[in-house]
């Protein structure tokens, strides 16, 4: 099977991450999109980072009805900080019968030079890029595990959300409703740096 992933921190998981997921899924070869957790992003703060196992019930209750996407935890369970070159071939070994492919904005391919190994990432596995406002820079043109996927702009960020939810302002149709109803009965994002229920 060939599967499309989806990193990120998905802090939290909103309807642009959904749409993107389910669009690529129903308009490729892919045959399901996996929406990976990041646990440590290296080139961000961990400590903006919501729990992560907060993050994965929070996409589990996104993606519950919804047979192209499926949330995984596959990087709590390797060494931190998370490098993608790893992850992936820890998935190549562990699920040998599928076919992993990438799914990233124009934003990470443009410093995908920074990445641990990148050369191995962009010659081993397709990549498909969906464009971000701002970043049309291609430093790889013509290259043939390059997919640019017709996606229209959507600037909804996760971090717009955090913050509005701190300044008490309803996210209600910018996040999928059972993900809502549990980022208020839980007051989730409410604290200056982020706050969970539960504890890993």
Known sequence: MKIGLFFG?????????????NYICETTDLKKVWL????????????SLLNEYDRLHLITLATENNNNLKPSNIEFKLPQPNYTVDTLAYLQD???QHEFCLIMGSDNI?????????????????????????SDNNPYPNHKNLVWVDFPFIDISATFIRQQI????SMEYFLPEKVWEYVKENRLYKKGTANSKTTS
């Open 94 to 96: 562990k699920y040998p």
């Open 36 to 47: 990976v957790v990041s646990p440590q992003n290296p080139l961000k703060d961990k400590s």
């Open 110 to 134: 443009a410093t995908l030079h920074k990445w641990k190994n990148y050369e191995q990432i962009v010659n081993r596995y397709t990549i498909y890029i969906y464009k971000r406002r701002g």
């Open 166 to 169: 701190k300044a008490g302002v």
């Open 9 to 21: 921190s998905f802090n939290p998981v909103h309807v642009g991450h959904l749409m993107l997921g």
